[in-house]
């Protein structure tokens, strides 16, 4: 199984657009989607939900003011400014650590489990989908994460999908770091942009970290080409494999307005072609592939 | 005053809208980066940093000499951030949201704490703006503390403007809780109304009245204008796609600098917030 995570540093490079374009490139592929924090393949994707299951991330502290005694440990032991000097719980502060439920002389907080989003396992027209949502203000997107990339391979192994590719979190996080552990590899959409490119460095150092091979593209590459050129000198120095750029172009939103990929919504169109070649270039990679001999083995 | 500029999407045009209203401003200012995952503003504004600061969170340290393995710790710990194996205790730093409950519950006093470097602050100025950021330690997965850290340099005399990460989660939340006014930024294409939504959403969670930002506000569709009216959500200011400011961006220039019309408009829309929050008053 093998597992292609799209990510980027600063958000909005076009890791979703290129997702859903990769996902109608690829053969025999399952899709995930970890941006769990603001989930956009779906508006792409257009899922037909089979599955619907809650996630639930923690519990919640909650006092009973019926047998409060206001003695204060509560107070004193919560590090998190969670509870007030009415002794009210602030549920976005509360981070469910339960100290002030053991510590209660009076056993007078509950602790109830608390729902924290929702993950589906959906069927699309390039093949399934698991996707999440997380709840408003909740915590533990990074665990709903590695939940949704679970379950991806899971449902991956039971349909013989040979590969995941999974639309990544902006960031360099927590939720970042639960989509890249385990991955075969990463595609990092840089912007020539000083940002782009500064916060390129920072989630590469991050995947250098974690042992995980990377390959970078570039994206609205003709915007500038200074930085243009900045990126690839850097992906050579670094000798991590450059993938190709794609140009800036008004199809990738106006595809999106229409809920399509840029191939279904005008396919002869030069960003097409980029990204076509840059497909071929990921699946031809050593970085994929490199246990394509082990499957073979096992099988 | 504080605004916080957010967006739920990344990419929006967050930074460009924070730093450019501070530089519209002038003095009297000062900008909190709160995207410590992927700072920015310190790229458009290039300020002397003239203090930095480590940040550190607290993580459990075991006296194994004391430790009777009773398991009361690995019990109390909701993150799993500490365990025992037989005669050994096991910590997991990166699991640990330093709760301090392994510590208090302790019966042997065995547990005491240490610090975890998890990032930096750095402060300086540039002109007459305040400048404060924090950068995230790579590997690093608790972005809240250092965020509460940069928010620490708030001065209630001054205007601050926060520049918050993108999403909805903790980070957000704690880029957002307890400010005057969130200034919302997004571009009119679906990903942008989607995250928006989520965003709006987390803003009427925390009690916050915003406004919204329409970047771009020439490239997609009308369906953000549509759901701003119906939201009641006020169009505080529309910036249309222009290659001179997307080009200006990619070089880490300021809008109000190569294009100094801007300049009035970044200042109307401050009157246009100082107006709505004398409004709810």
Redesign the interface.
């Known amino acids: 199984m093998r597992e292609l995570v799209i990510i980027s540093g600063k958000g909005g490079t076009g890791k979703t657009s290129l997702t859903a374009a990769f996902a109608s490139l690829a053969e025999n592929m399952l899709l995930c989607d970890a941006d769990v924090d603001a989930a956009d393949l779906h508006l792409l994707m257009k899922p037909t939900v089979r599955q619907r299951s809650d996630f639930q991330g923690g519990h919640q502290a909650v006092i009973n003011r019926s047998q409060c005694c206001e003695c204060g440990i509560c107070l004193d032991l919560c590090r998190f400014d969670a509870i007030s000097t009415d002794y009210e719980v602030d549920g976005i502060s509360c981070e469910g650590c339960g100290v002030c439920v053991d510590f209660c002389p009076l056993k007078a907080i509950d602790f109830p489990i608390k729902t924290c989003g929702e993950w589906f396992i959906s069927e699309t027209r390039f093949g399934p989908l698991v996707h999440a949502r997380l709840g408003i203000a909740e915590e533990n997107s990074g665990r709903l994460v590695s939940l949704v990339r679970q379950e991806s391979k899971k449902r991956a192994e039971a349909l013989n999908r040979g590969m995941i590719i999974t639309d990544g979190p902006p960031g360099i996080g927590c939720p970042v770091i639960a989509s890249i552990t385990d991955a075969t590899a990463l595609v990092v959409v840089a912007e020539p942009t000083v940002s782009g490119v500064h916060d390129m460095e920072r989630v590469i150092q991050l995947a250098a970290g974690f042992r995980i091979p990377v390959m970078i593209c570039i994206n609205k590459y003709d915007l500038n080409p200074e930085q243009t050129l900045a990126i690839e000198a850097f992906s050579k120095e670094k000798e991590i494999r450059f993938l190709g750029k794609i140009p800036y172009n008004p199809v990738f939103t106006k595809a999106m307005i229409q809920g399509e990929t840029i191939f279904e919504y005008d396919p002869d169109s030069d960003v097409c072609q980029a990204v076509t070649e840059i497909w071929d270039n990921i699946i031809t990679a050593p970085e994929m592939n490199y246990l394509a001999h082990l499957e073979f083995s096992f099988n | 005053m504080m605004i916080s500029v957010a967006s ?5 045009g967050k ?1 460009t809208v924070a730093t450019n209203l501070a530089c519209a401003l002038g003095s009297e200012v000062q900008i909190l980066d709160c995207d410590v ?2 700072p ?1 503003t310190h ?2 504004l290039n300020p002397v940093i003239e203090k930095m600061r480590t940040v550190y969170t607290k993580t459990p340290i075991v006296d194994q000499e004391r430790c009777n393995y009773c398991k009361k710790c690995a019990e ?1 710990c ?2 799993n951030a500490i365990t025992v194996v037989g005669e050994t205790v096991l910590t997991f730093p990166a699991l640990c ?5 392994c510590m ?2 302790c019966p042997e006093n065995a547990i005491t704490e240490s610090n975890r470097e998890i990032g930096v602050t750095e402060q300086g100025q540039r002109n007459k703006l305040d400048f404060i950021h924090g950068r ?1 330690r ?6 809240p503390p250092l965020i509460k850290a940069v928010r620490s340099f708030h001065q209630p005399e001054k205007v601050n403007i926060i520049d918050a ?7 957000v ?1 704690t880029a957002m ?1 307890g400010v005057d006014f969130a200034l919302m930024v997004t571009e009119p ?3 942008g109304l ?2 928006l939504r ?1 965003a709006v ?2 803003v009427r ?2 009690g916050i009245p915003s406004g919204l930002v329409i970047n771009r506000s020439d ?3 009308d369906s953000v204008r549509e759901y701003a009216e119906q939201e009641n959500l006020p169009i505080l200011m529309e910036i249309p796609f222009d290659r001179r400011i ?2 200006a ?4 220039k300021l809008v109000v600098e190569e294009m100094p019309e801007w300049k009035g408009k970044f200042k109307t829309l401050f009157h246009k917030i100082e107006k709505i929050l004398k409004k709810g008053r």
């Open positions: 739920g999407k990344g990419g929006t930074t995952e992927e920015n790229l458009f109390i909701r993150f949201h330093s709760c301090g409950g208090e519950v995230l790579i590997g690093e997965a608790m972005s990460p993108p999403g909805t989660s903790c980070p939340i809780k294409t679906p990903f989607h995250d989520l959403e987390a969670v925390l490239v997609g569709d997307a080009e961006y990619s070089k880490g």
